[in-house]
């Protein structure tokens, strides 16, 4: 298949995995529509040209994103102080103070609401998920909101910055995604691009299946993410890992003339990323298998599992779990829009951290490591004693 990126046609499908959820983060009100809902599968392709990792079996006409995507964590105050510090950088970084910015795919727009309380006067939010009932007040008259995609409902980037933030591993044709950015900013190479997105590399050399799904369909590392943007007419200014090295920041300009711009220096890890895509497979069928038996050791003697946290993640490690997943009781959320609602595929239900109280698990396994301090000090409040362990 020709690779969606740079057009190769040297690629090769390393991974398979059948029948996983097309979504991971629409709530579901009913068990029987979670159970039933629509499955895709994974052929996890690398382009041996780019280093770009992609989806070959992934079909854009499957997904529904819509005001009930719930895929927010800044319901987490390490997340949310990620979030203040990132802005706080950008806008100084970049001069942003009195600016206008565009945030393509803002969620529920918590970064962009950070952005304007440091300073930037004019935000507009994009994303067919957004919900304005929940911008504060006190900002909601300097962000437009727009429910929708682009470029069909936004064609415009006259801005002083792009920002686009874990959207761009939702997108199938990266090369066209971002050939159009470069069009609608026009003659304004003075309008910095900024991104965030998760790190394949890590994914890769960690066998972390549960940050495989379906609709992220589109996976890179350091190198495949310059070579793409210095590809499509941008100049990349800085590139960076962060949120302990599982985020990629790309921050870049565009210019006139793709060819004049040299190589960035991180853009050599082809080689690195084809050595980790050897070794895959293998540790991944292992790494499956341990947490499989795992949580049926637990449930063998009695003791009771829950996941803690209900989104990509547990998603996609409830459905490698298969039918071991009958294993874990419940799937654990801080967000109270998800409590009482159920998991996209297996039916898991949601439940708030109280739940715990009572359901007095033996185990409940992280489904972020970067999370467990946090999750133990609620666990301590709520006076559960259980063995946490991380994914």
């Not at 591993?169 to 691009?193: L, N, Q, S």
Request: aromatic letters at 10%; glycine letters at 8%; hydrophobic letters at 40%.
């Amino acid at each position: 298949m020709t690779c969606p990126a740079c057009a190769g046609v040297d690629t090769e499908v390393f991974y398979r995995r059948d029948g996983v959820p097309v979504h991971s983060c629409l709530l579901l009100d009913d068990a029987g529509e979670a159970r039933d809902f629509p499955r895709g599968d994974l052929r996890l392709a690398i382009c041996h040209t780019c280093g770009f990792v992609f989806n070959e079996a992934y079909d854009s006409a499957r997904s529904r994103y819509s005001p009930d995507y719930e895929e927010t964590q800044a319901y987490s105050a390490h997340f949310q102080g990620f979030l203040t510090e990132l802005a706080a950088r950008w806008v100084d970084r970049y001069g942003l103070r009195g600016g206008r910015v565009v945030e393509i795919g803002c969620g529920k727009a918590e970064f962009l609401v950070e952005l304007v309380e440091h300073g930037v006067s004019e935000g507009i939010a994009l994303d067919p998920g957004v919900h304005p009932e929940r911008i504060p007040a006190h900002v909601r008259d300097r962000i437009t909101v727009v429910q929708g995609f682009f470029p069909q409902d936004l064609a415009d980037l006259d801005a002083d910055a792009v920002v686009c933030r874990h959207t761009l591993e939702h997108i199938g044709p990266v090369g066209e995604f971002m050939r159009e950015i470069r069009r609608a900013i026009g003659e304004r190479t003075d309008t910095v691009v900024l991104f965030e997105l998760p790190d394949t590399l890590r994914v890769l050399r960690e066998a972390a299946f549960w940050d495989l799904y379906y609709e992220h369909c589109s996976y890179f590392t350091l190198g495949s993410l310059a070579r793409l943007f210095r590809r499509t007419g941008f100049e990349v200014l800085d590139l960076s890992m962060a949120y302990d090295d599982q985020y990629l920041l790309i921050e870049a300009r565009p210019i006139t003339d793709a060819d004049a711009v040299e190589p960035h220096p991180y853009e050599d890890d082809l080689g690195s990323t084809q050595q980790a895509v050897r070794s895959f497979q293998d540790a991944e069928s292992a790494l499956v298998r341990r947490w499989s038996e795992e949580v049926e050791a637990v449930s063998a003697r009695g003791g009771r599992t829950a996941i803690w946290g209900s989104g990509s993640k547990g998603v996609a490690f409830l459905a490698a779990l298969g039918d071991r997943s009958a294993a874990v009781g419940c799937a654990v959320d801080i967000n109270p829009h998800k409590h009482g609602r159920f998991m996209a595929g297996t039916a898991h239900p949601i439940v708030a951290p109280a739940h715990l109280q009572q359901y007095a698990p033996e185990l409940v396994v992280a489904m972020n490591p970067v999370y467990v301090d946090e999750i133990q000090r609620d666990l301590d409040d709520l006076g559960v004693s259980t063995n946490l362990k991380a994914l």
